[in-house]
């Protein structure tokens, strides 16, 4: 049967968004202050006044293969500007947490990180556990009398097998989804050329921020952001060297402080603890001009914020603190850690995969 | 009438509103005092070139009130005059007016021999400070009463070439002001508004570019009295503009601004396309819209407009304007295209909106306001509000709940006598 | 006038422009019996000199020749009951627009001079009126308008009587349960307080009310009108003062909207009918009686359209705010979107509109219905066009509610009238072919049979007039109230598309300006524009030809006709405007100090030179509101126009009398310019009718130069709007290009 209307009003997606803080759609009128104000709209295709039509009518079918909700880099320009007080930055975010939750695998993992207001202490808990247990069982959590190195807590090997098989679920579960987005992506434009070789430029331009750097509003968001960036892919270069350090160098551990991968790392913990503190004032000290915060962004960022604040004082505290205090807080570092991968699909982590795709796609529709 | 109360009715602020409740309100057989801040009466509207929908001037109406004032016994009209401090009395209120020294007196016959001679020069309020005009003048060419007006304040120190050039002995430049207590039975507010400043507006260039202008000044550019002579031209090289924008809800229906709808920009827009039309033929004008708001019969304004050649409509709100080579650039999304505009122009006309007078000023009266300042009648108090102090609207919206509010007022007073 | 004194004043570069003493032998032999000249007579000195001179009853009339007689009017008024006053504006007209101590300026003050002393001589002193007059107000309608101005009239004292034609009060506002926000903080729905307003008018001793009531007959004049009204009680009169017209507007007739979707199926509804379903809580689709889940709103439904109602009916889009607001409180979760052209929310309502936005459920968007499908679930199917949702969206809904206009419940007295005089021509005009044209219009007009509702008795129709697209007119933007019958004012919607909070005010409005009107009429004052006069033209009857011109030409319809058309006069309609004396041929409608003799007289007195002399002379009549304040600014700006022109202030050019211009030409006297007001529908008359009718006596003039043997371009008339002083040296100057190519009046010198 040939469809009876086009437009189909969801009030389940109207509520759903609503609940997760995007009520504010309601209020536009259709201006179009946004879009002339936001820097990111591409002129053929701007946002994101027609995501806010979207967004009040209820229409998820529509917004779900919106590439413009990734394209949006939440820097609130147009939040600022907006006369109705909509908060457009806000609504967008909203509809990505929202894809994110739709498109998750499994399921109910998109449903439990989407509720991580509620939800926070079963996904803070579980890997903490989880860690307890293990090195219960491994080393029966025995708190070495001086701290000279990690090792003594957790073995280096017991880290990397936890985490390699952890990064692999991960990938796997977001395969899937993003192989979805790709294909209701499809829908929306026609595609040309083959992926890879507009992949190329999307990496590039997500690697200088380039986009990023035309926001007003949040100027100072961009650096924080960039920096976080390129502090969690020193991290992730760091922790391979380690693996090539200790297993293949078999090099002293812990490396002295000026060991070029210790630098590295170093280097990496500073870019984090700035970015994350750029954020975090943003966050506190921004408010309304910068949009205001869901459980979905808070969630991420405090993961974040922990990751770097625990990772800094395991560090710090090796020749600070008491070796019972340096043990917790490793395992506290490490649950986050966890934390921080296992719910890679689900949080605000994975605008990661889903803006690059959603980049990738706009490229692939751009008119020659 | 049988209105038994013998004190008069008080209206304070001349403009349209108020001229009209005071002059029912006399004409129904009721005495009144017409309290007005400047020193000749109009307010707003005569700096208007033309009122919409018909595209008349407002001197045109303002003729016959100034003809009702002057014939009408029964109403008194205070210029330069404030009030300066209200109480309830008994039967409605006592009112201390505050009278500003009057320098130039009644025998004045506006004969311009102190303007010529008048060494200091200052911006003309009335053309919104487009022009400058000498210290001692003719208010504007309609005022009201029809004297000359001293801004004693630009006097350089010890100068009296205008006393020694006045004939009638009509300069006085040792006035002083004065205070009188007015009994008043009722009270109506008329205390207009005035323009959204455009510098709150920089992102629109509002008092950034010299060729970003608010309507309200696009206004006096229009008008044979104004500062060209009507010419409309460009402020900053004086030449005439082939390409108009016009930028609506410039500060209005914007929660950073003014979160209510100014009511009367979108058609003097259309009005002020007009005026260009009439004048540079081939230019081209184009208003940038979030609604089109021309309720009632002002549809066959915009009906005409939109049909007229080089006249274009485009829904979308500019959200910045740049300086550009030879002019400026709107961005803005055109909605019906789902595109974006750089649309290019050489004079930009920012429609703002109206503010209320009683806006952040300590209210006279102890008037009641809503968040946006626009005050509320108070029947107990016998206090009724006019014109856009009450609420933003056109001039004859003004007119007709001046009438309005003069009734009521006038059945207050009844009640309380 | 018999004692004249002239009040000359050399002030203000009057005596540097002119020899003033040539003026002075020229007043004596003019006829004036004194002659002061001072050089300050707006001063409290020379102002005493005059007020001296009247109070010892040297003089009883006052010719002051300085500044124009829109200057000083405070300083040169005394009592129009003990005598005369004319002024000549030698300070504008002389003065000020021409090189001093020229010939041409001397023989230009002289002109005026004499002009002025021969009218003034004519002045008589007006008798003023004192009449009995009825206090009562006749408030026809009783909706929130008729209902506030009655209790507006109520409270200033007046004995009201309310006429209603349905069998309840209340209007349109009756049985709707909400009323839009009119209090901060503007967001929610307010209870509608018609029940309120109808006790409080109920509740009044002043106020009678009559149900099913209809005005049978009006007939008299303001202060005296008297009223048949029939109701179930029967038929009964009284006598009123002044009269609301307050009978509203009804909604569009939603059966022409089968484009919309109306019809098609029952699920179809105005948004008078959701009104209707909210009063009583039964929000439910008419076709299965079970509660819609989603409700689409079509705005400008009928308004906003060349088709239907090309204007927009003002209130639409807070009327649906209001009802979505409705819907929602009585059935949550219901979907309610809007679609609209534009939203009108002007001022606060801006606050409501998002209110009601931010209400689950509500949807907006921009664009129009292409067209209504019946549904396959028993529902409907709206296409859109142009929407924000994309060029071609359509939507299911279960109920669609257009948002239907408003037409104006007035009658075109002017068709009416035509109606009429198309069927006496049908049975008794002259040749068939003036009955059979009569009969077919008639035909065209019948159906305006039965429209009427004042019933006036009036020769121009039983109703107001009414404007393009019916509603009544008036000068709407400053003086919305007047309508071309004094007296009677209209207010709510029937004057022109508003909210029921505007219609409230405009009701307090209307009931002040019969509580003036009747004030007015005591003093025995005419009403606006001209307030306070108190002189009443004066009819000769015993010449009159009972052509009825001015029976048909009166724009406020003051002069009705007798059996023999002959007119009958009712001072208290009268805005002596004087555009009756203007039209009568036989010159026998005369004011005091305004007559078709005065005015001719002052023509008359123009010094014609000779032709060899090369100084041509024009006369310019100029409406006193617009062109001759135009004129004073042009002088203010020392602008200087043609010294031979001679300029007479005319409260109209309505009020211009054809004699004047035949006059003129018998003077030899080259040109005649008559310079007024705007024209046509936008006019700016404040007579409303007057500049209309002076064009249209253009042909006479015409034919008249014809006769004459003289050229058509003699004569023009023109426009200027009152700021427009820039272009009155032009308007002369071109003027006499025209002249000097038409070459001099042949008539110079008989």
Known sequence: ?368 | MNVSSPQPLLVVGAGIAGITAALEAAEAGKEAVLVEREQAVGGRVLRSHQYFPKLCPPSCGMEINVRRLEKNPRIRVLTGAQVAKADRSANGWSVAIAVSPRFVNERCTVCGDCSKVCPAKVPDPFNLGMNEVPAIRLPHPDAWPRRFVLDRSACPSGCKACVDACTYDAIDLNAAGREETIEASAVVLATGWSPYPIEKLPELGGGRFQDVVANVNFERLASPSGPTGGKILRPSDGTPPKKIAFVQCAGSRDVNHLPYCSAVCCLASLKQATYVKEQIPDAEVTMYYIDRRAPGRNEDVLTKVAATEGVKLVKGKVGKIEECAGGLKLRLEDVEAGRILDAFADLVVLATGMVSSLKGEKPPFGVGMDDDGFGLDNPGASLFIAGVARRPEDVAASVRDATGAAAKALVAARRSA | MEKIGLFLCTGCEIGAAIKTDGLESLAKKGGAKSVVMHPFLCSEEGVAAIRKAVDDGSVDSVLIAACSPRAKTAEFRFDPLKVSVERIGLREQVAWSHPHGEEDTQMLAEDLLRMGLVRIKKNILPKPLAETIEKTVLVVGGGVAGLSAAKAAAGMGHPVVLVESSARLGGSMAGVKDAAPEQPPYGELHKNTIGELISAVQGNASVRVLLQARTVHIAGQPGQFTVDVESPSGKETFLAGAIVQATGASPYDATKLGDLGYGLTPDVVTSVDLDRMIAKGEIRRPSDGKPPRRILFVQCAGSRDPAHLPYCSSECCVTTLRQVAAVHRDLPGMECAVVYRDMRTPGQMEHFYQAVQEQPGSMFTRGEVAKVEKGPEGNLVVRLKDSLLGPDAALQADLVVLAVGMIPNSADSEAIRALRDARVGAEKGDSDVQRAHAAKVAEELAFHEGTEILNLEYRQGPDLPVLRYKFSDSHYICFPYETRRTGIYAAGTVRAPMDAAQAAEDGWGAGLKTVQCISAATRGEAVHPRAGDISVADFSLQRCTQCKRCTEECPFGAINEDVKYTPQYNPMRCRRCGICMGCCPERIINFPEYSVDAVGSMVKAIEVPDELDEKPRVVAFLCENDALPALDEAAARRLSWNPWVRVIPVRCLGAVNVIWIADAMARGIDGVLLIGCRKGDDYQCHYMTGSELANKRMENIQETLTRLKLDSTRVRILEIGRNEFDRIPQIFAEFEKVIEETGPNPMKGF
């Open chain 1, 1 to 368: 049967m040939a469809p009876l209307a086009d437009v189909f009003p969801s009030a389940e997606f109207r509520d759903d968004l609503a609940g997760r803080g995007g009520a504010t759609a309601a209020r536009c009128y259709q201006c179009a202050t946004c879009s002339s104000v936001c820097q990111l709209a591409p002129d053929d295709g701007p946002f994101p006044r027609r995501q806010m039509l979207k967004a009040q009518w209820g229409l998820g079918d529509q917004l779900v293969n919106d590439p413009a909700v990734w394209l949006c880099h939440q820097c609130n320009d147009c939040t600022v500007r907006c006369p109705r007080d909509a908060k457009p930055g806000d609504v967008m975010q909203t509809v990505r947490s929202l894809v994110v939750e739709k498109l998750a695998t499994p399921a109910f993992m998109g449903r439990l990180v989407a509720k991580a207001g509620s939800t926070w202490p079963l996904l803070l808990g579980a890997p903490f556990l989880f860690w307890v247990l293990v090195l219960y069982a491994v080393t029966g959590l025995q708190v070495p009398a001086e701290m000279k190195e990690y090792k003594d807590v957790v073995p280096h090997w017991l880290i990397y097998a936890v985490f390699f098989p952890v990064a692999g679920l991960v990938t796997l579960a977001i395969f899937p989804s993003g192989l979805r987005f790709w294909n209701l992506l499809g829908s929306s434009g026609r595609r040309s050329g083959s992926f890879v070789p507009n992949l190329v430029p999307v990496l590039i331009e997500i690697s200088t921020h380039k986009r990023f750097g035309s926001c007003d509003a949040a100027a100072s968001r961009r650096w924080g952001h960039f920096a976080l960036l390129w502090g969690f892919v020193g991290a992730a270069v760091t922790s391979g060297l380690l693996l090539l350090a200790i297993y293949v160098l078999k090099s002293e551990m812990p490396l002295p402080l000026l060991h070029p991968f210790k630098v590295l790392g170093n280097l990496s913990a500073v870019l984090l603890v700035v970015g994350g503190a750029i954020l975090l004032y943003n966050r506190l000290v921004g408010g309304d001009r910068t949009g205001s915060s869901t459980a979905f962004d808070n969630f991420f960022l405090f993961v974040v914020i922990l990751v770097i604040a625990t990772g800094v004082l395991t560090e710090v505290g090796r020749f600070q603190f008491q070796p019972a205090l340096n043990t917790w807080i490793y395992i506290l570092h490490l649950t986050v850690v966890l934390c921080l991968f296992a719910t890679f699909p689900y949080s605000k982590f994975a605008h990661m995969v889903y803006r690059m795709l959603a980049m990738v796609h706009e490229r692939m529709t751009r008119p020659v």
